[in-house]
């Protein structure tokens, strides 16, 4: 796109943030020339260098995790305001030496499919990935605190997965991504802010760890009433949850308190109206074995292991009986078909 149209937007940027320094020029390992400065010995990437007269394609982008200035080495630490606002690019790989993606530093960028950002980063800023169409799947950092506003604003995410180290989900964070089906909330979460997941049409199942019902703001689930087949809440919460203004709007909110099927209450049967749909699902089965999981499916699934923090473990088909090796030994909730039906694994 043309950078022509951003220049005095990344200078309003630029003022609210540090003095600035002289940039320089840094060719990637993929030949990408990228635009650097450097204050008090780390390094920040203020943006791409032009690739045509008005555009900036960065191909599959590997961000390198040192540079050398006057004769030293030193870190990139820090992903400038509005560094790539509108450029191309593939992939971009972020190096575990950054520790700062400053307010729309990939904001709009065309081709972006995926994206991980690193444990090392600690803050995000907003609007950081705001309206970039292409990228359906996002790692975040285990070290964030919160997610801040339209930090990813109609993007395409198929699944979210907050981290336990987050408390704050800010407003309008994951507003019109129309193609999520799933959301996992971690344990750590105290405030979901405004419309944080407004418009999200075909969102089929969120699972909250919060033992506490977090703090949530008016419309955060707007949009999905009708189409969540099923909120799972930790043991001994679900009356909480219920009684909360937003999170009452659900009907189907169940319990995970351990049991075979997560999500339905004791002495409910199985496939009942309200709990995880399992429909036509009942040959399917998990258990442990030797220090594995092994899942027995009567014809090709798709399988999901997630740890009891919401990480995915491992993702497969299977047909028959498979083995899956995990991590260590734990609780363990396995995903057979999009969550059409689900077991908690006792790994010993």
Same mark, same amino acid.
């Given at each position: !796109? ?15 943030? $540090? ?13 990408? %020339? ?11 990437? =203020? ?43 593939? +992939? ?10 400053? !307010? +729309? ?9 995926? %994206? ?25 950092? @285990? *070290?964030?605190?919160?997610?801040? !506003? ?8 198929? +699944? ?20 999520? =089906? ?22 089929? $199942? ?8 977090? /703090?949530?703001?008016?419309? *955060? ?11 799972? %809440? ?17 009907? /189907? ?20 109206? @309200? ?5 036509? !699902? ?9 220090? /594995? ?7 090709? =699934? ?9 990480? +995915? ?17 734990? %609780? ?11 077991? =908690?694994?006792?790994?010993?």
């Amino acid at each position: !796109m043309k950078k022509t149209l951003f220049f005095l937007a990344a200078a309003t940027f630029a003022a609210a943030g $540090m003095a600035q320094a002289p940039t320089f020029e840094v060719t990637t390992q993929n030949g990408a %020339v990228l635009l650097m400065s450097v204050v008090d010995g780390a390094a920040t990437v =203020t943006g791409g260098k032009l690739t045509t007269g008005t555009e900036c394609n960065l191909g599959d982008l590997v961000i390198p995790a040192t540079v050398e200035h006057d004769g030293n080495t030193v870190p990139v630490t820090t992903i400038g305001a509005a560094a790539f606002n509108h450029d191309t690019m593939t +992939s971009v790989v972020i190096p575990s030496s950054v520790t700062s993606i400053k !307010m +729309s530093a990939f904001r709009q960028v065309e081709g972006l499919q995926s %994206v991980t950002i690193p444990n090392s980063v600690t803050e995000l800023g907003r609007m950081a990935f705001l309206q970039c169409a292409s990228l359906t799947s996002v790692t975040l950092s @285990e *070290a964030l605190t919160e997610i801040p !506003m339209n930090a990813f604003y109609q993007c395409n995410l198929s +699944s979210v997965t907050i981290p336990n180290s987050v408390t704050t989900i800010s407003d309008f964070a994951f507003d019109a991504n129309g193609n999520i =089906t799933n959301i996992t909330i971690g344990s750590g979460v105290d405030s979901i802010g405004e419309q944080a997941f407004f418009d999200n049409s075909n969102l089929d $199942m969120v699972t909250v760890l919060c033992t506490e019902v977090p /703090r949530t703001g008016a419309r *955060a689930f707007t949009g999905s009433e009708n189409t969540l087949t099923s909120v799972v %809440v930790p043991c001994g919460t679900a009356d909480a949850y219920r009684a909360n203004e937003e999170w009452g709007k659900f009907a /189907r909110i169940r319990e995970n308190c351990g049991g075979d099927n997560p999500g339905e209450e004791p002495g409910e049967e199985p496939g009942g109206n @309200e709990g995880i749909a399992t429909t036509d !699902m009942s040959a399917f089965n998990a258990y442990a074995a030797e220090g /594995r999981i092994v899942v027995d499916c009567p014809v090709a =699934t798709n399988v999901q292991v997630f740890a009891t923090d919401g990480r +995915s473990v491992a993702t497969l088909t299977a047909n028959g009986k498979k083995a899956i090796e995990v991590p260590a030994a734990g %609780v363990y909730i396995v995903s057979f078909d999009g969550r059409k039906a689900t077991k =908690t694994v006792v790994v010993k």
